[in-house]
């Protein structure tokens, strides 16, 4: 089954960290560009970091410092680790196999997301 799964949310305080997992299967990630994508309540959904399949990364500048995108090839997975988190962080996170969300087709995969709440 070609499949993606996102992991690792919950609820931290403010300060707090967290690391989502992005894992694919039926289907290798490490030949594909994955995007890291939020939506909070009421908002549209944005890019937060992207890793090419050449290892290029680009972060959200509200992010940059914070969050962290690496990939590991032998477990099929990319990662978002989160540090320094803030309310305005609270969102579901998402991963998908392109950098822009507006540019996925059904030859994309993407996942239903983890829900990250960052509160006191």
């Known amino acids: 089954q070609v499949q993606l799964v996102e992991s690792g949310g919950g609820l931290v305080p403010p300060g707090g960290s967290l690391r989502l997992s992005c894992a694919a299967t039926?289907?290798?990630?490490?030949?594909?560009?994955v995007g890291w994508f939020r939506q909070a309540p009421g908002k549209g959904r944005e890019r937060v970091a992207c890793?090419?399949?050449?290892?290029?990364?680009i972060y959200r500048a509200s992010v940059r410092g914070r969050f962290t995108i690496s990939r590991d090839n032998a477990n099929n997975a990319v990662y978002l680790e989160m540090n320094n988190l803030k309310p305005d962080d609270t969102a579901l996170y998402s991963c998908?196999?392109?950098?822009?969300?507006?540019?996925?087709?059904?030859?994309?995969?993407w996942g239903q997301g983890t829900q990250v709440t960052v509160s006191s």
């Open positions: 039926g289907f290798s990630l490490a030949i594909h560009p």
């Open positions: 998908a196999t392109d950098c822009e969300w507006a540019a996925l087709t059904p030859h994309h995969h």
């Open positions: 890793i090419a399949h050449d290892g290029n990364i």
